[in-house]
């Protein structure tokens, strides 16, 4: 009896519950993936004091003599030219998040539509992006990155001339949308024939408004897991770049910190390969912790 009546007052708490706050109370549950969100929170909120010149504005500072060690007052150690090695690892957070974040939204903002555009109408229009999504996918996607990135460099469009940090963004959106795509494509084909849109159809709603109005809602969650999880290999991709010279110029990144260290191990200074190396295993882990946390959350199969 106790039992029976404790799963009753766990039904009749979740009725009028949303799917989003009950997955949100999924999510909580799993203290690891709090852990890793309170880390993520810090990266963005260093980010963001980058960004608005509130932290390490004055990167370029010497405060030290070269290659000076760590100590207490260094954290990390200083540089070649006597810069503090924390200061351009702390800057290089605002340009990984802002790759990562503007080549996620550009990747998305093309991915969705297309996919649902694909899936719901089926036909010649289906076959059109299908063949264009496979010819992308044919190519790897390393050399189709640095591929893009070439040809953006020092590009001007709508008479802005593009930078080389712009030019990542741009890289890495534009050859990165292919995945999702073909997940939504999947995706609006099963829900295209469910009950809501019959209904929909027979309220007499564009094919337009179901798709943007109805279908795409009910496939956020996979945009938000795909998200995550792809936001960390963006991250990856600008320190690739970054370290092959294509990305950030005249600013710290992650990748440029890589770079210079190489010749640096030689000589026995270590500390801005740690720095960087913690920098970017620190996301990383949080991300993909969290990441995997979420689409558990998320899943609809799932109820723990």
Known sequence: MTTISTELDSSVASVGRSLWYDAWLRFKRKKLAMVMLVILGIYVAVGIGVAAGWLAADWNQEVGPSYAAPSWEI?????????????????????????????????????????????????????????????LSSIPGLLLILAFAYALQDVSLFGVKLTGITSVYLALGLT???????????????????DYVTAATAYGASKTRIIFRHVIPNVTHLILIDFSLRFVGFIHAEVILSFLGLGAKDEPSWGVMIDDARLE??????????????????????LNIAGDALRDALDPKIRD
């Open 265 to 286: 191990l030689s000589r026995g200074y270590w500390w801005q390969m740690a720095a960087a190396t913690v920098a970017i295993f620190g996301i990383s882990l949080a």
């Open 176 to 194: 990165s949308w292919v995945g999702l795509c073909r997940l939504i494509r999947g995706e609006v084909i099963k829900h295209k024939g469910r």
């Open 75 to 135: 954290p990390f150690g200083t540089d070649i030219f006597g810069q503090s090695v924390f200061r351009k690892m702390i800057y290089g957070t605002k340009i990984s998040l802002s790759v990562a974040l503007f080549a996620s939204l550009l990747s998305i903002g093309i991915g969705v539509p297309m996919g649902a555009i694909a899936g719901f109408f089926g036909g010649v229009v289906d076959e059109v992006i299908v063949w264009v999504y496979s010819t």
